[in-house]
């Protein structure tokens, strides 16, 4: 099948197409006489193999040294050892994401629990010092000499 073929089955642009091809993930690709490209039914898969990898977390590199240049030969141990890593990074970045929301949750807290009188810079010191992010605390609720700017404040 020609690229505007394979680019509507795929739905995928034909620039990406030969984009994957140029790269050598694509790798089926034939010429006609007329220069045309050729692809057989076997690109449909390994596109579909393609965006599906990337959406799992795969780059392109990764992909490069996963794919076969013939899909009747994977090499099995390799694509189980390659799976089991992009799982445990996925892990990794789950654990790395659920900390930052947990920390993210506890700093919205802090911010949304500004005392009535407080303005938002006094709120920003106190918020900034619990956190051990800024200089400690001294200042009371009663300081108001940093009212009206916008820097640094936590509303």
Known sequence: MRIGELAKRSGLAPSRIRFYEKIGLLKTVKRTPNGYRSYPPEALVVLDLITTAQGAGFSL???RTLLPSDLNQWEHTSLVETLQRKVQDIEALQEQLADSKTKLLELLTEIES?????DCA???KRVLSQFGLGEPDSSGPDDQ???GTAKGSLA
């Open 61 to 63: 590199d990764e992909l």
């Open 114 to 118: 500004k005392p009535d009188d407080m």
């Open 122 to 124: 006094t709120n920003a």
């Open 145 to 147: 000499s940093n009212e």
